[in-house]
């Protein structure tokens, strides 16, 4: 399995019955409760953005991406608390006690009174959530017009709660109305496309939401016009009264400086287990096809069929007509039910038919594969075995290096029994993760994913187009003989900008 990491076009708050604008915040406070600072008692606010889905789709066109299987896609945002336990049920710097024991809810944007026009909208240029001079009105220095024309952090340019351009307002002020009280013309919460929701017991939860069937609507054309999404607490919450304090929850948005910025992630299953060097008899098998030119990665115009010939040269009529998949650009996959009732070892002919490449017919393309005894899968025995220490070598990246932000790396991984400088170990089951340090705290990059195995190498692909810059660690993980052993920052290395 692999992850690609979609990251927001755009964000905003909007704050109930406010014109100020925080688009460029580096977080996002979601509160509810008492306040001052709206015309009107209770208050709240509402996060929405938009995620920019280019790179993933050009890489499902391209074929890099298999969608033979569903994709998924997570929502996920780090919660500023994440790192402080000290801070929970505490204070913000604004007197905003910390929220708990609530739920957030993740909608799509409307169209405008669902006409089938786009509620488009700018992000806008605002910092602050209050105008620093509007609270200290008593000071007549602070409200100079001297101290308004440097206040730059405070916007009410839109998007805000009741516009979204400039020329523009919200078909309903704040995206919908949490009383279903809107009239025709306007959107009611109960009218919203719910996506997902998620509770947060003690309020330091990072947001993890599913968005698979939403994201891979828009993906297959069957949602179009889609402006982006609104997260939000439930209107009960909203709508609370008699409240003394004001809760908040925040999360880091697309422009803070820290690792933490907000993404989208999608999981797609491009494993490669080529099973040609370990065919057994009595399993299922996996046989692959490579598609190269000039040493690039290429599609075929069609998956091909695939025959299987027995020894003799005979076709065996249960295994002709095999359908492939497309796993990646330029590999094909085929699964070979169990073969029987053969004298082993013994050698198989893999025929895969009728290859077009860009409108250019080559033929059949034919492979060997040697049918191997299920005695050496299954190993049965009055001896227990022994686990193995292992020693890894990796090219494609080198330990320490410095590479930009625009490269695709194939990490091949070498195997072998430690100590030992040439027994390289053919088989074995491996993973790898990738991750960075926050102090103490390593924050996953990539989780723990089985390494692609083909007949001539191990090896995973690392695209640093969708990670932020930082420095980076690869564990390894081998199963063995019931034995689980990881093999902790086995290689270093770091991601940096391009200029």
Not at 93 to 118: H, K, M
Not at 300 to 310: A, E, G, K, L, Y
Request: charged share 20%; net charge negative; with cysteine.
């Amino acid at each position: 399995m692999s992850t690609h990491k979609s990251y927001f076009s755009k964000n905003n708050t909007l704050i109930y019955n406010s014109s100020g604008n925080t688009g460029l915040n580096p977080v996002t406070e979601l509160f509810y409760g008492r306040t001052e600072n709206t015309l009107s008692t209770p208050g709240f606010s509402r996060f929405i953005f938009d995620v920019d889905l280019t790179q993933l789709q050009s890489k499902i066109d391209s074929g890099e991406i298999y969608t033979g299987t569903p994709l998924t896609h997570t929502l996920k945002m780090t919660n500023t608390l994440m790192f402080n336990y000290d801070l929970l049920n505490g204070m913000t710097t604004d007197n905003r006690r910390r929220a708990s024991s609530f739920d957030l809810y993740l909608f799509r944007i409307p169209n405008v009174s669902f006409t089938g026009v786009s509620q488009s909208w700018d992000e806008g240029v605002g910092y602050d959530y209050y105008d620093m001079p509007n609270q200290n009105s008593t000071n007549a220095s602070l409200t100079s017009q001297n101290y308004r024309d440097n206040d730059k952090s405070y916007s009410t340019r839109p998007s805000n709660w009741f516009r979204r351009k400039t020329t523009n307002a919200w078909t309903t002020n704040g995206v919908y109305d949490n009383t279903n009280s809107a009239d025709e013309t306007g959107v009611n919460y109960s009218a919203l496309t719910q996506v997902w929701s998620q509770h947060f017991e003690y309020g330091n939860e990072n947001i993890e939401m599913d968005m698979s069937h939403e994201i891979n609507s828009i993906l297959s054309g069957s949602t179009t016009g889609n402006t982006g999404w609104v997260i939000a607490f439930a209107p009960t919450v909203e709508n609370l009264t008699g409240l003394t304090e004001n809760y908040s929850v925040g999360f880091y948005t697309r422009h803070t400086q820290t690792f933490y910025e907000p993404f989208l992630e999608s999981t797609y299953d491009d494993l490669i287990i080529d099973d040609r060097n370990a065919f057994f008899a009595n399993k299922t098998n996996k046989l692959y096809l490579y598609s190269y030119i000039d040493g690039v990665p290429t599609n075929f115009d069609s998956n091909p069929i695939v025959d299987i010939q027995d020894p003799n040269g005979d076709l065996i009529s249960s295994l002709t007509g095999l359908t492939s998949v497309r796993r990646t650009e330029g590999v094909y996959e085929v699964t070979i039910p169990p073969i029987t009732g053969y004298s082993t070892p013994c050698q198989f002919n893999d025929i895969w038919k009728d290859v077009t490449i860009g409108g250019v017919n080559i033929g059949d393309i034919t492979n060997d594969f040697i049918l191997r005894p299920q005695s050496e899968y299954y190993q049965v025995g009055p001896v227990s075995k022994d686990p193995i220490t292992y020693g890894f070598s990796f090219s494609g990246i080198k330990q320490d290096e410095k590479i930009l932000n625009t490269d695709v790396r194939k990490v091949i991984l070498t195997v072998k029994q430690a100590y030992s400088s040439n027994v390289v170990l053919p088989q074995f089951k491996c993973y790898y993760r990738v991750y960075v340090k926050e102090g103490p705290t390593e924050v996953i990059v990539q989780d723990w994913s089985r390494i692609n195995q083909t007949p001539n190498e191990y090896y995973f692909i690392f695209d640093t187009k969708d990670k932020v810059p930082n420095e980076y660690f690869v564990d390894i993980k081998v199963l063995t003989s019931g034995e689980i052993d990881t093999y902790k920052r086995q290689l270093k290395f770091q991601i940096v900008n391009k200029k």
